[in-house]
């Protein structure tokens, strides 16, 4: 009702003449009346929103990560504390490139230095752990990748943790091949390497590691400071380090130094590289 009140005196004022006595004294009346309706309308409205709020209390918002939401202009930056204090910081995406990083030789060079023969790959008879080329070129997986691979594979921490690929590998279609052939042994049996990867964007193209990174990021929402990234390459480090993503630079392949390196600096300062 003192909705409808306050429209129709508002309405009454401003049909009135100006400069006109018998309407001014009325005018002042019904202004000092339209006051007063404004003042009731804010007390109900103050009561009412402290009804609501009984009702339905605001609760904060909780801090934990893995609850986070990531938008383009309200992304997490570098070197913020981890919001419950008591365990680290742990990235919500981790990326691998493949060729000299995972295993070796790289796909160019059985492509230009080993004849071009490449798939189909088949195990060893000599080593399980070694695929052989169709020109008999042993392909093995570098350094500690096993072990890696199965932390991240077994371990709870990482389950829901996606796991990608970022390449510029010359044959993507050996380099899934290899994904699948590539065996990880544990005490409860065994998996291919491509299990890993399986719920993580994949990027085998031949454009740079920053339009990678690009694409990722839009397609997974997830902020480029969430990332954590493993390269052999120096250049491709520096490039996706500048874009803000954590990363780790392993010339040799992946070991459990620079694994445990990038993980304790994650998340690293914008440009910086992880190196031993």
Request: hydrophobic share 35%; with cysteine.
């Amino acid at each position: 009702r003192d909705y409808d009140d306050a429209g129709r005196v508002q309405s009454e004022l401003l049909n009135m003449t100006p400069g006109k006595s018998e309407d001014c004294r009325t005018g002042h009346t019904m202004l000092f009346h339209l006051i007063s309706l404004s003042l009731s309308l804010y007390v109900l409205g103050c009561e009412n929103l402290i009804q609501v709020s009984a009702l339905h209390p605001i609760h904060p918002i909780s801090s934990s990560r893995s609850h986070k939401m990531t938008r383009p202009n309200e992304l997490r930056r570098w070197g913020s504390p981890n919001p419950s204090g008591d365990e680290p910081d742990m990235p919500r995406l981790v990326v691998f490139d493949l060729d000299g990083c995972l295993w070796r030789p790289e796909m160019y060079e059985l492509i230009h230095f080993m004849g071009n023969k490449g798939a189909p790959f088949r195990p060893s008879e000599h080593d399980k752990n070694v695929l052989l080329s169709v020109g008999e070129e042993p392909v093995q997986l570098l350094k500690d990748v096993r072990d890696v691979m199965r932390e991240l594979y077994l371990e709870p921490q990482w389950k829901e943790i996606p796991i990608g690929i970022s390449s510029r590998t010359d044959a993507p279609h050996w380099a899934r091949e290899l994904l699948q052939k590539f065996s990880v042994q544990h005490d409860g049996g065994e998996f291919v390497l491509g299990e890993v990867f399986r719920n993580g964007p994949i990027e085998m193209r031949g454009d740079s590691k920053v339009k990678h990174f690009h694409r990722i990021a839009r397609e997974t929402n997830i902020a480029m400071e969430d990332m954590l990234f493993f390269d052999n390459e120096l250049g491709n480090c520096e490039s996706v380090a500048s874009l803000g993503v954590t990363v780790g630079y392993c010339p040799g392949g992946v070991s459990k130094e620079i694994w445990q390196a990038a993980l304790k600096a994650f998340p690293a300062k914008r440009g910086d590289v992880v190196e031993l």
